[in-house]
């Protein structure tokens, strides 16, 4: 599952059962472009399937990328998309870590006995999380 939380406190949630690579973190954009509109910028982790040259590819339409003194890759920018990713190992300027830390507190205690049973309970728990407000994250 992958989520995005936007600067108007609204959510979205990406569910898939495959394990997660460079293509999910594309169709996540897509679906983030589809969703909230034509002009975003994205702020990613540095998760493998963020972080990942047909990610960038898919952004900027080329290899091309700006990259930071120790040549990681910093932004990529595309037609009405900005990519920036946090710095690596520091989850707690990433709001959305804020979201799965409630659902995992959510699933404190539960035994699921099932995948349809695990997706119902999920999609119970982010019902139930409070989105945090990003500029508290970016903006401290």
């Known amino acids: 599952m992958l989520g995005a939380v936007t600067d108007d406190g609204d959510s979205f949630y990406f569910w898939t059962e495959e394990n997660l690579n460079r293509f ?10 589809e969703k909230f ?10 998760a493998g399937y963020f972080y990942a040259r047909d990610l960038w590819e898919h952004v900027s339409g080329e290899r ?3 990259t ?8 990529v920018r595309g037609d ?12 707690e300027l990433n709001p959305v870590e804020g979201c799965w830390d409630q659902l995992n507190e959510w699933f404190k205690h539960r035994l699921i006995p099932d995948l349809p049973r ?7 728990g982010i019902s139930q999380i409070n ?7 970016l903006c401290p």
Do not use: M
Request: charged share 25%; glycine share 8%.
């Open 24 to 33: 999910h973190g594309i169709r996540l954009l897509e679906a983030l472009k």
């Open 37 to 46: 509109g034509e002009e975003l910028v994205v702020f990613l982790d540095r």
């Open 64 to 66: 091309a990328t700006e």
């Open 68 to 75: 930071v003194g120790d040549s990681s890759v910093a932004c």
């Open 80 to 91: 009405g998309l900005e990519v920036w990713y946090f710095p690596s190992k520091l989850p």
């Open 118 to 124: 695990l997706k119902q309970h999920l999609a119970r």
């Open 131 to 137: 989105e945090p407000n990003i500029w508290n994250y």
